[in-house]
Structure formats: structure tokens, C-alpha cells
């Protein structure tokens, strides 16, 4: 966000959470937006059903294959992938716009996600990577969280070991023993990347003003 009286701007943050499956990347980002005034989520398209306790908008845009097919011919996605049989992609315009405003925003997005994201957008992306405590951790919050049949947990399960073997593509690494500790790191982790010396816009000229008497 800017600095009106003093005339610095900051370059929003663009901040990826990714995580195997459980691992609790979601929970962290809710928790992110409810504490973090300057912080949005970016919504991603996919065309995977809606969930009960979806809405369309908020959690995801929900897209036909055709639409979604359509929106990569044109470029409309920072980032697009095939998890589990459905495509979900980054909406290019909608992130855009909220850096163009000075707000960070958070990514809910595998390693591939991750991966095309540093690409197209490379230094304003901040990567951190969420790990269970354990195998068997994860594959209770699965059964726990009952959205999925026995045979999308077996496989969400399998997929989880590939996942975890890219955490050292990322900045950060997250071990989420309770989720209190690890929204405190993540915060942590945000403050440090928003103050560094490459994200002002206007710095050189304040320090100036700091130091033109002086000199």
C-alpha cells in the first residue's frame, strides 16, 4: 500500500501457499485474509463441480471445460494446471488489478501453479511450502474432512509423496503441527517480504528528503 504523506508505494506481495492435499494451505490463507487487512485471495477458475458449501466466486470460478479451454487460448491465466481430472487456472485480470492497487494476494496453488506463477511474475512471488507432521496426520484430516470418497483420499494420498518431493523449490518451508503456529510464521514470513528494498516505488526520493540537509 502507499505512503501518502511521504510518497513511498509498495508493490503488492504475491504469496503461494501450496501443500499437498490436508496439509492445510487452505486454512492458512482463510486465516491470512481474516487478520490481514491488505491482503486478497486470488480466486482461481476451475471445472471441478461446486461443493455444498461452495459459492461460485468466492472459493472458485466455476467454468465449463470449453470456457476454460478458451480463456488459455487467449492468455487469460498466469497459471493452469490438471489436478485430479479438472483444470484450474489463475485469472490473469483479477490478480493484476489488485497489485495495481497496492494489495498482496494469496495463491492456493500446486507446485506446477507455483512453478508458471515465478515465471510469469517472478521477484513479487514469495513461495511457501506447507508440510504435515506426518503421513498418518494427513491422511486423517482427509478422512476428517469427508468431502471426498474412500478412493479420492487413496489417491489424493498417492499424489501427496510426488507433492512433497518440490518443497525445495520454494523460499519458505511451513511444518503445520498446529495452525496457530503456522498462520503466526506465515504472517511473519509476509511482514519480513513486504519491507524489502526492491518492492518500494518512491524510496530513493524519500531517503533524499531524509538526508538533503545533512549533506
Not at 515465478?118 to 511457501?128: Q, S
Request: with cysteine; aromatic share 8%; charged share 30%.
Amino acid at each position: 500500500m502507499s505512503d501518502a504523506i511521504s510518497g513511498i508505494a509498495r508493490r503488492g506481495v504475491l504469496f503461494v501457499l501450496s501443500s499437498p492435499s490436508g496439509a492445510g494451505k487452505t486454512s492458512i490463507a482463510r486465516r491470512l485474509l481474516e487478520l490481514e487487512p491488505d491482503i486478497r485471495m486470488s480466486v482461481s477458475a476451475t471445472t471441478r463441480p461446486k461443493r455444498p458449501d461452495e459459492l461460485d466466486g468466492r472459493d472458485y470460478h466455476f467454468v465449463s471445460q470449453d470456457k476454460f479451454n478458451r480463456l488459455v487460448e487467449q492468455g487469460g491465466f498466469l497459471e493452469y494446471a490438471e489436478v485430479f481430472g479438472y483444470s484450474y487456472g489463475t485469472p490473469r485480470d483479477q490478480v493484476e488489478d489488485l497489485v495495481a492497487k497496492g494489495f498482496d494476494v494469496i495463491f492456493d496453488i500446486d507446485w506446477q501453479g507455483a512453478q508458471q506463477l515465478a515465471t510469469a511474475a517472478g521477484g513479487d512471488v514469495v513461495r511457501v511450502f506447507v508440510l504435515p507432521p506426518s503421513i498418518g496426520e494427513l491422511e486423517s484430516r482427509l478422512q476428517r474432512r469427508a468431502q471426498d470418497s474412500a478412493e479420492v483420499v487413496a489417491a489424493r494420498m498417492a499424489k501427496a509423496v510426488d507433492e512433497m518431493s518440490h518443497y525445495d523449490e520454494y523460499d519458505y518451508v511451513l511444518v503445520n503441527y498446529a495452525l496457530d503456529d503456522s498462520v503466526a510464521r506465515a504472517r511473519a514470513i509476509l511482514n519480513a517480504e513486504r519491507t524489502c528494498c526492491e518492492r518500494y516505488t518512491g524510496l530513493d526520493d524519500f531517503v533524499r528528503t531524509l538526508t538533503k540537509d545533512r549533506t
